[in-house]
């Protein structure tokens, strides 16, 4: 396992982190959770990611039993926050209220002093930025999160969170968690050179498409147990299960097979050559999918093969 530092600061990543969106809490069995985690760990994971709206806590329950019995200094865990949590008025946003209660939430939730990241998990257009920030601060100075990070935040809306850190001598942004993969490319426009600009670090979540980048639902097959083919989920997939992307996905196996490697692996290995992104952000519901992963930590694209790709996702 390869590690890079997460942005500008001294705060080091594996290449490949470990994410708990859809998958415990609910689909999958704790004790399965546990193993694939386990097995993670083992494998020279150090970052694990969760969220309080993760099945309204139990992800991240999950998480943290699982790795209650490594050293706490070993592991980098997150959380975060924006969406709903009850059905009143300040149960969710990015208020002073409602980040300060549900940092102490998932605090109690994980039996943890204090998480590595806390993210806004969207922007919240109905709080004042410096509202939220303030807040953020005021937790790192209690210790209880030790970085600060936003995700699927746009270009002119972290450029407005640095201006009003910096104005008010508040704790940076240091780390953005977008969507990024060969199908969904759109930070490379601005969202990248606004974060390399100011010292802040991607950490992609879904670098397979929601397994659509594995091969497995080409000619539109949705196999038993799959996430395409669970109900309440699938709509996150289906909008790109079309003869255009199953075109690109063939391809793209083709180069795969030539220089020795899985689509999944060429698939997190094009996301991991922008130096910008710290870490590709994976689910796995069991521990061969995340032995699986991990091996495309420290592989090395060719300009050519690089080239090659550009040429089938135009």
Known sequence: MQYRRLGRTGLKVSEISLGSWLTYGKSVEDNIAEKTIHKAYELGINFFDSANVYERGEGERVMAQALKEYPRESYVITTKAFWPMGEGPNDRGLSRKHVIEQVNGSLQRMNLDYVDIFYCHRYDPETPVEETLRAIDDLIRQGKILYAGVSEWSAAQIEEAVGIADKFLLDRIVVNQPQYNMLHRYIEQEVIPVSEKHGIGQVVFSPLAQGVLTGKYKGGNLPENSRAANGSINQFITGMLNEDVSSKVEQL??????????????????????????????????????????????????????ARIETILA
Do not use: C
Not at 256 to 261: F, N, T
Not at 284 to 295: D, G, H, R, T
């Open 253 to 306: 196996e083709v180069v795969a097979k030539e220089i020795d490697v899985t689509l999944p692996e060429l698939a997190i290995a094009w996301i991991l050559r922008q130096p910008n992104v710290a870490s590709a952000l994976v689910g796995a519901s069991k521990p061969e999918q995340i032995e699986a992963n991990v091996k495309a930590s420290g592989i090395q694209l060719q300009e050519d093969v690089v």
